[in-house]
């Protein structure tokens, strides 16, 4: 008996704060890509991109004078390894992302993404010593054969791209999930040991995506031609902002709660739920959702829920 007490006390002081912050952010990320989706056909990606940004760096600025820490002390190196991270995962990763989908589909390149969690878990070990037993690699492995399985099925009338830039494609799949796990990595190795907030760097993070798809659009501007910005309908700028607000606001904020307070690997695998949580949504749509979909969130959940009983 006194045995069993003492599993029970030790489970019970056991903190899954970073695996419900990772579910969470992963939650929002499926309403907010269901708007997206619907958004990225007034407005194009790479201004819809900055949109989102600015509109959580406002959401973020002004929860920071809520709170009253305005003027964090935060060292150097971990500063560099935030705004670098937001540069590789943001920035890059995002861009690839949206580019992928443009050459060969949203469900090919969530495929293709659920890389991104092993290749997070590898480099954690490698640069920051953060090793998974096997049990936990066996949770890792269940929860993305899950997700792997709901991504991949047929959808009927599926107005996907065709595969004529399939190698194109490919390639900016994996220049996401390398440049997102790189950026995982980086927040991780930034907040792990430190007393930097989520909050703060997640604000920083925007920001330094942000700077550089300001540059990147000033070098538009000067070798091609300029974008047009097109006046939108204000239903249009609400769904915007309310998706800028859950998605990316409370999303990054809740991906950097993530990394900080567990480990790179498991958080990612986590982070990488959100297909699963588009099929309530698609059903809540009225969208037929098939035995197949349905198995591989069962699946998947396994998965998760061996991360959380294996910790």
């Not at 297909?275 to 309530?280: D, R, Y």
């Amino acid at each position: 008996m006194d045995i069993i007490f003492n599993n029970y006390l030790n489970l019970s002081s056991i903190s899954f704060k970073g695996e419900m912050a990772a579910l969470s952010a992963a939650c929002l990320w499926a309403v907010a890509s269901v708007i997206y989706g619907r958004l990225g056909e007034r407005i194009p990606p790479l201004q819809l991109n900055l949109m989102k940004g600015i509109v959580a760096i406002a959401f973020l600025l002004l929860t920071i004078l809520i709170s009253g820490d305005i003027f964090p002390s935060i060292p150097p190196v971990p500063l560099c390894l935030i705004l670098l991270s937001g540069f590789i995962g943001v920035c890059l990763g995002d861009t690839a992302f949206l580019a992928a989908i443009n050459f060969i589909g949203a469900r090919r390149v969530l495929v293709i993404g659920t890389l991104a969690p092993p290749i997070t878990a590898v480099l954690a070990q490698v640069f920051l010593q953060e090793k998974l037993n096997l049990n936990a690699w066996c949770g890792i492995l269940l929860t993305i054969l899950g997700v792997a399985w709901v991504v991949t099925e047929r959808v009927p009338n599926s107005s996907e791209s065709p595969s004529t830039h399939l190698w194109q494609g490919i390639c900016f799949s994996l220049l996401a999930a390398i440049a997102n796990a790189t950026g995982g990595v980086l927040s991780r190795a930034a907040l792990a040991n430190t007393s930097i907030s989520p909050l703060w760097a997640a604000l920083l993070r925007l920001m330094a995506a942000v700077f550089f798809l300001l540059i990147w659009v000033f070098y538009r501007k000067q070798h091609t031609r300029p974008i047009q910005l097109k006046v939108l309908p204000s239903r249009v700028i609400l769904a915007a902002i309310f998706a800028a607000f859950s998605g990316t606001y409370l999303g990054i904020w809740l991906q950097q709660t993530a990394i900080k307070f567990t480990v790179a690997g498991i958080a990612f695998t986590l982070l990488q739920t959100s297909p699963l949580f588009v099929i309530p949504i698609a059903i809540w749509m009225g969208e037929k959702v098939s035995v197949r979909a349905i198995a591989g969130v069962l699946v998947a959940i396994v998965g998760i829920g061996l991360l959380f009983y294996l910790r």
